[in-house]
């Protein structure tokens, strides 16, 4: 969860630097794949805990 967090902040902030600096395009677009990637392993991780128990 900690991983999470921090490349959500990550995403975040460098959306922020990349929207408030002009000619920055790059780093606002590099947030996005951020996260993107950061969601992607969420439901990666979420799909992978599930439980899995037989039915009764």
């Not at 967090?5 to 959306?15: D, E, K, Q």
């Not at 002009?22 to 439980?51: K, M, N």
Request: with cysteine; glycine share 8%; hydrophobic share 60%.
């Amino acid at each position: 969860m900690v991983l999470f967090l921090t490349l959500l902040v990550a995403g975040i902030a460098l959306i922020a630097i990349g929207a408030g600096v002009d000619g920055i395009l790059c780093l606002s677009s590099a947030g996005v794949l951020l996260l993107i990637a950061d969601l992607l392993y969420l439901a990666a991780r979420s799909l992978w805990r599930s439980p899995r128990r037989p039915a009764r």
